[in-house]
């Protein structure tokens, strides 16, 4: 099975200020999906951000924007002008191509301070 | 209003006792799936199914079971075979297309042991 590796428990950053949350996977799939979810106080999963793998450029959704290194099997996002409303657990995750079977990350738990 | 419907909100189980949740979708996704997540952690799938009558295990299926006799809903039972039920319980679909790919969720269902 894949594995979905998120090595930061914690960060936190400064109104206004740009962050990084990292995220690391394991498959030998060629052909695969990645994608950030968001998931704020209230539990709802959000959809921040999505990558084909096929793809060489990357993926960017307004103040949101990922590094994927597909031969590093890295995909990490950045939060730029970071806002108080992006307080949340941030979920990297996975899907393999044809089965639709998504693998979800460990999380990093986000805080903006003011 | 499209979306997925879980219900209850919270559920309280008994010893010995099983408990289904429940996961309907007016999406006209083929995709449904079903993860556990448990406080400060990932989410973890259990099952997930690509079409009507066809389901698949996930990572932690001992003590779970589910059905898919129609599109709309996969519902998820909670058997009393799972020792530590207590968790919150993530249902989601999609619509399985190619460049389509990604994930709906439900609100989510709190269950616990009395």
């Known amino acids: 099975a894949q594995t979905v590796t998120q090595s930061q428990p914690e960060m936190s950053v400064q109104e206004a200020e740009t962050v990084t949350l990292s995220c690391t996977y394991d498959?030998?799939?060629?052909?695969?999906?990645l994608f950030w979810y968001k998931q704020p106080p209230s539990r709802q999963m959000i959809l921040v951000i999505r990558?084909?793998?096929?793809?060489?450029q990357n993926a960017t959704e307004n103040r949101f924007s990922v590094n994927f290194q597909k031969a590093a099997k890295s995909f990490s996002l950045k939060i730029s002008d970071s806002q108080l409303g992006d307080t949340a657990m941030y979920f990297c995750?996975?899907?393999?191509?044809?089965?639709?079977?998504?693998?979800f990350g460990a999380g990093t738990r986000l805080t903006v301070k003011p | 209003d499209g979306g997925i419907t879980q219900s209850p909100k919270y559920l309280f189980r008994k010893e010995g006792q099983n408990v289904t949740l429940s996961c309907e979708q007016n999406l006209n996704h083929d995709a449904m799936y079903w993860y556990r997540q448990d406080p400060g952690q990932g989410l973890r799938l259990i099952y997930y199914s690509q079409i009507v009558n066809d389901f698949q295990k996930g990572d932690i299926a001992e003590g779970y079971s589910v059905s898919r006799e129609k599109k709309e809903s996969f519902p998820l039972t909670v058997t009393s075979a799972q020792k530590n039920p207590t968790a919150f319980y993530l249902c989601?679909?999609?619509?399985?297309?190619?460049?389509?790919?990604?994930?709906?969720f439900g609100s989510g269902t709190q269950l616990s042991v009395l």
């Open positions: 995750a996975f899907m393999k191509h044809v089965t639709n079977d998504m693998r």
């Open positions: 990558q084909e793998a096929y793809k060489q």
């Open positions: 989601a679909s999609s619509a399985g297309v190619d460049g389509n790919e990604k994930l709906f």
């Open positions: 498959t030998s799939e060629s052909n695969y999906y």
